[in-house]
């Protein structure tokens, strides 16, 4: 009985698993002995298949559940991780927002100088149609000048004065008084005029060539040589400035140049404010500061063409045009040195990313932020150049270690790792070449907060920063700033802080992506 109740259970499993079943007709005439490890297979098969199917229920379960749910979240995330490069290109409004947009970010602060220029454009070139041209000889000469100046101006963003040459012919036009001896009556139209057209004349060649809009820089340009001739041109016509010779003339008109300068340095700094949204004063220091170089050279000629013309004549102008052309061709070469410079530590700031030490993007993100937040702190141009440098190698410590530090994270490890990282980056740092004062930078990053310079509180804040909200999420930057403003006791400076939160909030900068 029990041997044949044993069969029919082992029949019926047979049944029930077609593995087992084939098993029992291979082997119709097996004893009991077989007949029970066949009954003991067969279950233990049976157990296994049942396990397995609660296991794919219970996986499919959870799934299916988090199919169900609104995915916004991790679909949030996704798209949050999925921009590597997002973050160079400036957002109108950040979420990181705390307070409602600025006022000086609105299209009409930045419409401004164009559209004064092109009034100022259009009222003088209707003067000069109504009334003729006055001395045709002598507006073309700088015409031409201006001209020629325009068509070897130097490409790229970062000139602070793309066009020296074209710069200092429509000066020295602005503050002519005498040729050879003989009185001007061009006048302040006939002065923009001329500068307008041999303006548009010369850029035609570099807008052939892709070199972009020259909107900007031909407003500036208007205003500021409007600007000289307004203050020069009726008092000159009046005869004001005849018995002034010699020196008494030469410092008239260095003073006059002294005031086209601030003029040009308000002109820079207000578009600039208006589109960033960064403090006025810091802005037009920096202006101011940049001047010492390449404007003052500009000044310079201006006025020797304007004291040379009025005594030799229009011979004048080629004479005196070449020692500005060197210095063109040197800043020029300097651009391209400087520019090598950056590329080198740029590259070098990658190697932590290529080896797998940092997140890719992580560098450059911390060296944008910062360099936001030096200029809203009103850091100067070497300053600011340090700081970005800095920057881009702050992780580059991290190159000497064995062990990896998950994700980069150097925020979140103890004070004395954090030093020893910092410390080791500094001597690698020193060793490229690169500048001391970005070795100490470096250095220092990790030093009390009341013992580091300005531009290691910024690196050491903005490194904080990125690295707490790059992996919380599209809300994790709030959180982020935060936790920095609640350690602004020990580890943080308020002031940076403060700053970084600003610059967040006008939304001159993205969110941190991961990388």
Known sequence: MTSYQSQSESESQAQAQPQSESQAQAQPQAGPQAQAQAQSGSQAQAQAQAQSESESESQAQPQAESQAQPQSESQAQAQYRSRPQAQSQPQ?????????????????????????????????????????????????????????????????????????????????????????????????AQTVTVVLAASLLGSVPYIARGGGPVLDHLARRLLTVAFAAVCFQPLSN??????????????????????????????????????????????????LRGMVGITSAVCATGAVMALAVAVAGLWALPVFCVPLLLTQLSYRRYAAVRATYRQTIASLARATEIAGYTPAGHARRVAELSG????????????????????????????????????????GLPAAEQRRIALLGGAVVRQTGVDAAVAVVVERQADPCREQPVAARIVRAVNAYEEKARDAGPGGGLTALEELRLATAGDYAPDVVEALARVLARGSLTSPAAG
């Open 92 to 188: 109108p409004w950040s979420p990181l927002q705390a307070g409602p947009r600025s006022a000086s970010r609105s299209p009409v602060a930045l419409l401004l100088v164009p559209v004064g220029a092109g009034l100022l454009a259009l009222g003088c070139l209707a003067v000069v149609l109504w009334s003729g041209l006055a001395e045709r000889p002598v507006a073309l000469a700088f015409g031409v000048l201006v001209a020629l100046g325009e068509v070897i101006r130097r490409a790229g963003t970062e000139a602070r004065e793309a066009a020296p040459l074209g710069a200092a012919g429509a000066l020295a036009y602005a503050l002519l008084g005498d040729v050879a001896g003989q009185p001007t009556h061009h006048g302040v």
């Open 238 to 287: 009046q005869g004001a400035f005849r018995d002034w010779s010699g020196p008494a003339y030469a410092l008239l008109l260095i003073a006059l140049l002294a005031l086209t300068a601030l003029c040009d340095a308000v002109l820079a700094a207000a578009p600039a404010h208006a589109r960033t949204g960064w403090p006025f004063g810091p802005l037009l220091r920096e202006e």
């Open 372 to 411: 936001a937040v030096g200029r809203d702190l009103g850091l100067s141009g070497a300053e600011l150049t340090v700081l970005e440098y800095a920057a881009l190698m702050h992780d580059i410590g991290q190159l000497s270690l064995v062990d990896p530090v998950p994700a980069g994270a150097t925020a």
